[in-house]
């Protein structure tokens, strides 16, 4: 009985040093290509290396963080024909998984996502707008009956994280507009449960970012330290 509660304990902790070091990489706290020392993070966490390296190895398996042998973890650091790929990897499987999910998704579901788009045009912060707009894309694939092509599909979305954030301060809330009037547009197909228009606004919208940050390469240069 013994063991198996500190297997709980191990994993409990796992659970909670995992959620702390991801909204740390999707913030930007932790910046691409910054290495994450165990003793460090079980020591601000108050917690043993042991549940630190699980918790590594969950963020690993959702494309947050890499190993490499002798080194350590860290947060993958992408180049930008690295990223151009997952961009045309997105605009090839969510416009599946979407297709996919539409026959499922609720009203209910579809009705948050007219919540979230609503907050997205009403606030113009960024770190908001990245948590939303996150929100509002995942949303509409909960209906798909592949996990393993959802799951993909978010390691790629946590994989360009970074980018995201340095290519949306770039455009600025005066580029905000697009973003929404495609949102809008996906909502519509959406709403219809129409898979013909939704993959099309849906492959666009990704298109134009991935062709857009392709004129930044500013966005790919490594941070400092």
Request: hydrophobic residues 35%; contains cysteine.
């Amino acid at each position: 009985m013994t063991d198996i509660q500190d297997s709980a304990g191990v994993g409990a902790a796992s659970e909670r040093i995992a959620a702390s070091l991801r909204e740390a990489i999707l913030s930007g706290e932790i910046a691409p290509g910054q290495w994450i020392r165990q003793e460090e993070v079980a020591a601000r966490l108050g917690a043993s290396r042991l549940p630190v390296r699980e918790a590594l190895r969950m963020l690993e398996a959702e494309g947050l963080t890499e190993h490499e042998a002798n080194k350590g973890s860290r947060v993958p650091l992408l180049d930008q024909h690295e990223v151009d790929v997952v961009y045309q990897m997105r605009e090839r499987l969510e416009p599946l998984a979407l297709t996919e999910s539409l026959p499922h998704l609720t009203a209910g579901q579809i009705e948050h996502m007219e919540h979230v788009q609503a907050r997205i045009e009403s606030d113009d912060g960024l770190p908001e707008f990245l948590l939303l707009d996150r929100e509002f894309h995942l949303t509409s694939y909960t209906g798909c009956p592949s996990e393993h092509l959802v799951s993909t599909i978010s390691r790629l979305w946590n994989s360009t994280q970074h980018h995201r954030r340095a290519f949306m301060l770039l455009s600025g809330p005066d580029r905000r507009w697009v973003v929404n009037s495609e949102h809008r547009l996906l909502l519509d197909a959406i709403r219809r449960k129409d898979p013909v228009d939704g993959e099309r606004y849906l492959s666009g919208h990704i298109r134009r970012t991935r062709i857009e940050l392709a004129q930044h390469p500013e966005v790919f240069t490594a941070p400092p330290g």
